[in-house]
Every structure is written in structure tokens, then in C-alpha cells.
């Protein structure tokens, strides 16, 4: 062992070379990013998250959507595709995820920056222009009461049923068919029991069934009339029961809506 002093001296420069140039150069570079206003006195792009949407942040991260979900959407020059014979470039944003690529000026308020490596689903960087309120909850609850094929998984326990009291559902209350809200996280079917037991209370004593088949009864008398019925009953809300959003649920959906970073046109996005 008499080159102790070139191993050393070696490994030095190989470590310091690359904490130079993967730490200390691009700290250096971005340390001094500023939000953008395009004449002084717009709007500052981007803003701190606040309130709601910045609790949603720790939600977000507790419950691993970042496995499945970038943030981050690619330049035009990226994601190739045939049309006519002809290769064509730009998937992601041809995709409507968002309008242009992402830059680091996008992230300077996230810490830690949410980049993601894996997209088992879409991109979430810009998310908030793509769905309102309304559609992320039942989402959440359940993907598939959205889309069928989904295989991302059921976020149920972000949500409470409970009874409904005094007749009126709160203003919150997920408005979804019954085969969702009654075990939720899963597709709910009554036993062959509980369903001849619904049916011997008439089709008259299930409000809004009735209501709907008015101009197009269900024949009743028929099996297949009877399994229309069914179908169409499962897709009806439930009459004593709500599924309400928790507080984690709310201020996840706060934090979605406003994901909103492929959007405000910035000078150093180039392509
Ligand atoms: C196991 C992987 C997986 C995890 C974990 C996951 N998702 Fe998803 N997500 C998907 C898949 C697959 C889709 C596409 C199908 C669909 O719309 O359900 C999707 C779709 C979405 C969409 C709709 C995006 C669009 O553009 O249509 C949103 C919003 C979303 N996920 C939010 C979340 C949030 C919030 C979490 C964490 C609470 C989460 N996801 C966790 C796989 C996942």
C-alpha cells in the first residue's frame, strides 16, 4: 500500500468533482430564481400554496400518489408518435397535459418538489385546469366509479358515510349511484334476498326509481324488467345515507385544483 496519497487525492476529486457538479453548480444557478410577472404589478406566477391546498400537500405525500403520479410535464421534443406515415413529436402536451414543458421556476415553492419518476397515471402538474371539485371527490372514493378500467386504488378512508339526519344531506354529500356509496371503496350488489326484499316494498316506495320510470315503466313482471330495475336503482343516490369528504379529503382536492404548473407562459420556456 505505498500509493495511499493517489487513492486519496484520486478519490477526492471524484467525489468533489461530482458534488460540484450536481449539487454546488445547479444551487448556484437556480438559488436566485424569482415568481414572474410578465408587466410589473401582474399577478406573480408562481404563488405559495396557502391555507387548504397547502395542508393537502401532506395528504398527498402520506398517501403515495407521487408513486404513481409526476409532476412534471416534457418539452414538445419528447414522446414521439406516427400520424400519416409521419413521426410526430410533443406526447405530453399533445396529451393535454399541460401547455407547455415545465421549468425549475415552477417548483421554487415546493419543498420538496413532488417530481415523481413513475407514471402509472397521468401527469398531476397541471391537473387543476383538467377537473372540478365535483369529479376528483367520487375519484377519489373510488376510481372506478369514474372509469371502469382504473387501477388506481380506492381512497375510502379519506370519506365518512353517515345517516342522514333531519331529511336534508349536507351540501358536501358525494351525489353517486347507491352501488358505490353503500360499502365504499367497493361495487356494491344486494343479495338475492335483500333485492326481492326491496321489491316487495314496490317500486312505488323508492322515490326517485319511481319518478324516473314514470314515461318508461320497468315491466315487472319480466325477469329482465326486473334486472333493469335493478340497474337502474344502483345508479340512483341513497336515500338515508351520504358519503361526506374528511378534512384530509377536502384539503387534498384543495391541492389538486390548484396544480396548475404547465400553464402561465414563462420567458425561459423555449419550446
Ligand atoms: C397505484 C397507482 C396509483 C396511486 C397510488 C394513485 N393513483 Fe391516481 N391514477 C392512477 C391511474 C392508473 C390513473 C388513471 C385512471 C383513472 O383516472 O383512475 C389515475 C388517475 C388519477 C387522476 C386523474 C388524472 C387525469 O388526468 O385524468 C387524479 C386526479 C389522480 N389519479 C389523483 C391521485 C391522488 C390524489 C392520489 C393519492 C391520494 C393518487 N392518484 C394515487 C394510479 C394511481
New binding site residues.
Given amino acids: 500500500m505505498d500509493r495511499g496519497m493517489v487513492i486519496f487525492v484520486g478519490a477526492l476529486l471524484t467525489f468533489s468533482s461530482s458534488w460540484l457538479g450536481l449539487i454546488l453548480y445547479p444551487y448556484w444557478q437556480m438559488q436566485n430564481e424569482q415568481p414572474y410577472a410578465k408587466t410589473p404589478g401582474d399577478d406573480l406566477y408562481p404563488r405559495p400554496l396557502g391555507g387548504a391546498a397547502l395542508a393537502g400537500v401532506k395528504?398527498?405525500q402520506a398517501?403515495?400518489?407521487l408513486?404513481?403520479?409526476t409532476q412534471q410535464v416534457r418539452s414538445a421534443k419528447f414522446g414521439n408518435w406516427w400520424e400519416d406515415g409521419q413521426m410526430k413529436t410533443g406526447a405530453d402536451i399533445r396529451r393535454?397535459?399541460g401547455t407547455r414543458r415545465t421549468v425549475s421556476r415552477d417548483y421554487i415553492y415546493d419543498r420538496p418538489t413532488m417530481l415523481g419518476t413513475?407514471r402509472?397515471?397521468?401527469?398531476?402538474a397541471n391537473?387543476g385546469t383538467?377537473?372540478a371539485e365535483a369529479w376528483?371527490h367520487p375519484?377519489?372514493l373510488n376510481?372506478?366509479a369514474?372509469?371502469g378500467?382504473?387501477?388506481?386504488?380506492s381512497?375510502a378512508f379519506?370519506y365518512t358515510r353517515e345517516k342522514v339526519v333531519g331529511g336534508q344531506k349536507s351540501d358536501k354529500a358525494l351525489k353517486l349511484g347507491r352501488e358505490w356509496t353503500v360499502n365504499p371503496g367497493y361495487r356494491w350488489r344486494p343479495t338475492d334476498a335483500e333485492w326481492a326484499a326491496i321489491l316487495a316494498r314496490r317500486v312505488s316506495t323508492l322515490p326517485d326509481v319511481s319518478q324516473a320510470a314514470t314515461p318508461n315503466p320497468f315491466n315487472l313482471t319480466t325477469a329482465a324488467g326486473k334486472a333493469e330495475l335493478l340497474a337502474f336503482w344502483l345508479t340512483t343516490d341513497e336515500e338515508d345515507y351520504q358519503v361526506i369528504p374528511t378534512p384530509e379529503a377536502e384539503s387534498?382536492v384543495a391541492y389538486?385544483l390548484e396544480l396548475r404548473k404547465a400553464e402561465t407562459p414563462l420567458p425561459e420556456v423555449k419550446e
Avoid: A, E
Avoid at 402509472?120 to 398531476?124: I, N, Y
Avoid at 378500467?149 to 386504488?153: A, G, L
Fill in positions: 395528504v398527498y398517501n403515495g400518489c408513486y404513481c403520479h393535454g397535459w413513475m402509472t397515471g397521468p401527469d398531476l391537473v383538467r377537473y376528483h375519484h377519489l376510481p372506478r369514474i372509469n378500467w382504473s387501477t388506481m386504488p381512497f379519506l387534498l389538486l
